[in-house]
């Protein structure tokens, strides 16, 4: 088996609380890395050029599209055959990579951390939230003809041919869900590894409340103009 060089990629908009014990559980684990600065406005690009984190700083906050897309370029650049989006809040445990890792070598193109297919154990979203991601579910299984139980994890390992793909175009406000239904319908191999995670040890989510009928909305409307654009490829 050919040995793949892996790359930790932590987007991180202000994460100032988190970011420092992120990075050290990563460096500690022996992978290679780079935080991607997503213009934040706290502490979190001075706590990474003090400590001497291996970093980039976005000079305005594109979200989590455009901070995961340049980790992409960073990776492919330097030679990377697989990134590993960790996101800088504390909530993935660095222990459970190698369990994304184990599906790419087995043949895998994105291997999404699920919350959900052990969910009696670890953290739990709101009610809410779980509502919505079964309804992102039934979109990707409608559009995508794939089955995906967490489609808003931010915890997920890419095959350097998806890599490639997604450093051209990729969504940028909400990606995770339509990046899943481009990358089934582009006849990529799409797995889900049962995972558990930690509530986040600081900052505050992206998508609150009074965001979160926008965000529905939006990413609902972008699968299905990204369906009436493309073909599904079969494998």
Request: with cysteine.
């Amino acid at each position: 088996m050919i040995l793949k060089r892996v790359l930790v990629v932590i987007p991180a908009y202000n994460e100032e609380d988190a970011i420092q014990s992120v990075v050290r559980s990563v460096i500690d684990a022996g992978y290679d890395y780079v935080v991607v600065n997503d213009g934040s406005v706290d502490k979190t690009g001075a706590i990474c050029k003090e400590y001497g984190f291996t970093h980039l700083d976005l000079c305005a906050n594109l979200g989590i599209g455009g901070a995961v897309q340049a980790g992409y370029k960073y990776a492919l650049r330097n030679d990377y055959d697989v990134a590993v989006q960790f996101d800088g809040d504390g909530q993935h445990p660095v222990g459970e990579i190698k369990l994304l890792l184990n599906r790419i070598d087995a043949g895998a193109d994105l291997v999404i951390g699920s919350r959900f297919i052990n969910s009696d154990e670890g953290y739990k979203s709101t009610f809410m939230r779980r509502v919505g991601i079964r309804w992102l579910s039934v979109l990707i299984r409608v559009f995508g003809r794939g089955s995906v139980s967490d489609a808003t994890s931010g915890f997920r390992a890419y095959s350097r041919e998806l890599m490639e793909l997604f450093s051209l175009e990729y969504p940028t406000d909400y990606p995770e869900p339509e990046s899943i239904v481009a990358a089934l319908r582009k006849g990529f191999c799409v797995e889900e590894v049962p995972v558990v995670m930690h509530v986040r040890k600081g900052g505050r989510s992206s998508i609150n409340a009074t965001a979160s009928v926008y965000y529905m909305i939006k990413v609902t409307l972008a699968i299905v103009i990204l369906a009436l654009s493309t073909r599904i490829i079969k494998e």
